[in-house]
Nanobody
Framework: EVQLVESGGGLVQAGGSLRLSCAAS????????IGWFRQAPGKEREGVSC????????YYADSVKGRFTISGDNAKNTVYLQMSSLKPEDTAVYYC???????????????????WGQGTQVTVSS
């Protein structure tokens, strides 16, 4: 059974940093993508960043380019999202998800992802 567990959320002041972790288990796939998404109250879930397991290629939404960095530790089966220069508009529940079918180019289309974590709250105060 595939499981994804996020951690690392919290309250931070604008301009601060947080590192989110996504611990994956139950994976038996040779190649997959792990994505980070977020959903603010009253808004649709949006993609933030993703990484492909086979070659480490990455994708970032324009809203986070230069501020967020995705990385992975294969030994720990964990993907990280380092978030810096945080803004109040980054406040949301952050989810990690896995795309194991890889039907499309690397990206963060919500309906391309098959497994989801439970989410972790990130709150950025002004």
């Amino acid at each position: 059974e595939v499981q994804l567990v996020e951690s690392g959320g919290g309250l931070v002041q604008a301009g601060g940093s947080l590192r989110l972790s996504c611990a994956a288990s139950g994976f038996t796939f040779d190649d997959y993508a792990i994505g980070w998404f977020r959903q603010a109250p009253g808004k649709e879930r949006e993609g933030v960043s993703c990484m492909r397991s086979s070659d480490g290629s990455t994708y970032y939404a324009d809203s986070v380019k230069g501020r967020f960095t995705i990385s992975g530790d294969n030994a720990k089966n964990t993907v990280y999202l380092q978030m810096s220069s945080l803004k109040p508009e980054d406040t949301a529940v952050y989810y990690c998800a896995a795309d194991v079918r890889l039907r499309s180019a690397l990206g963060t289309l919500v309906n391309e992802y098959d497994f989801w974590g439970q989410g972790t709250q990130v709150t950025v105060s002004s």
